[in-house]
């Protein structure tokens, strides 16, 4: 199959989106489960509408909320100009990229066929947890390292959490790890592009149900998945240490095993986080991370302080309201 890869890089990035685009338009022409789209909004009318019935936080109102029609923006901006398209014509983009590459090194791929190894529903269960534990392993390498937090710091500056609020992060963290999710796979001799639908469909409905603002005990199902209960927590400030907790993206039993998992029954979190200095419009939030390491970059020596850019930011206020 490799040698059967006579593309360019260009040529396999626009092919890509091409087959992409293709797909797509026969998904609006005859719709069926696997239309993204489609999928997409029925996950906002499903979790918007579970908000409206069962409300936990009554200090703010479901619509109308803090933030509720920025994150509106960031859901269309993310969901329809990133997201939709991106996500399935990297994935195949990646797995041709990596094949070609091996190709031509000369290498035979797969290296390990595992998914034929592998009965079909398997196959999916292996794809799921393992894409699963990348996501979870990227996701605290975003709260760990200086330079991708002040990326991520746009997802948890949120005062006031939706299910619009699952979107409402900077673009940014995607072009700096996702792609790479996709080159075990590709040496697997997975099709990602054959799962990735799938993996949206449960991955999606467990995100967006997490940043619901919903009264629902969901008992055991806590420790297996992601739920409002725990997700509430990762975007909360009042938690021990400086790092965060719950860093699922839809397996909660990473947190477990890695000691990250923290729901204290005798208080209630308090949402956003310490000394915020992120702007509150879209194009300001959209363009803060970019200033922010411009900043870190010309004081190097304080690069290792994680709240520095906050504190800098405090002492530019004070100075300017002497
Ligand atoms: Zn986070
Ligand atoms: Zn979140």
């Known amino acids: 199959m490799p040698e059967a890869i006579p593309l360019s890089f260009g040529e396999t990035v626009s092919q890509s989106f091409s087959t992409y685009w293709t797909y797509l338009t026969h998904s609006f022409k005859d719709p069926d489960v696997h239309n993204p789209l489609i999928y997409l909004f029925l996950v906002y009318a499903i979790t918007f509408s579970i908000e409206q019935l069962a409300p936990k936080r009554l200090n703010y109102p479901v619509v109308g909320r803090k933030g509720f029609w920025t994150d509106l923006m960031y859901l269309f901006f993310i969901d329809f100009a990133i997201q939709a398209i991106g996500l399935y014509a990297v994935a195949t983009a990646v797995e041709f990229i990596v094949l070609k590459l091996f190709s031509n ?21 292996v794809f799921f947890v393992v894409i699963d534990f990348l996501q979870w392993g990227a996701h605290f390498i975003l709260h760990r390292s200086n330079f991708l937090w002040q990326f991520h710091k746009i997802h948890h500056a949120q005062e006031q959490l939706g299910f619009a609020s699952t979107r409402h992060f900077h673009f940014g963290e995607y072009l700096v790890l996702k792609p790479a999710f996709w080159i075990p796979f590709a040496l697997c001799g997975f099709k990602t592009a054959d799962y990735v639908i799938w993996y949206v469909w449960i991955a999606y409905m467990l995100t967006f149900l997490s940043h619901c603002n919903i009264r629902i005990n969901w008992g055991f199902l806590k420790y297996v998945f992601i739920t409002p209960e725990t997700h509430f927590w990762h975007h909360s400030r009042n938690i021990p240490g400086k790092y965060g907790v719950n860093y699922a993206s839809s397996l909660a039993v990473w947190d477990l095993l890695f000691g990250f998992f923290y729901n204290p029954k005798d208080k209630e979190p308090v949402l956003g986080i310490p000394d915020n200095d992120v702007p509150e419009t879209f194009w300001g939030q959209i363009v803060y991370p970019f200033k922010a390491i411009f900043r870190m970059k010309n004081s190097p020596e304080q690069n290792k302080d994680k709240d520095f850019v906050a504190k800098q930011t405090r002492q530019e206020k004070r100075r300017t309201q002497r």
């Open 105 to 125: 090194a000369g290498i035979e791929t797969p290296l390990f066929n595992l998914h034929d190894a592998l009965p079909p529903y398997l196959r999916f269960f």
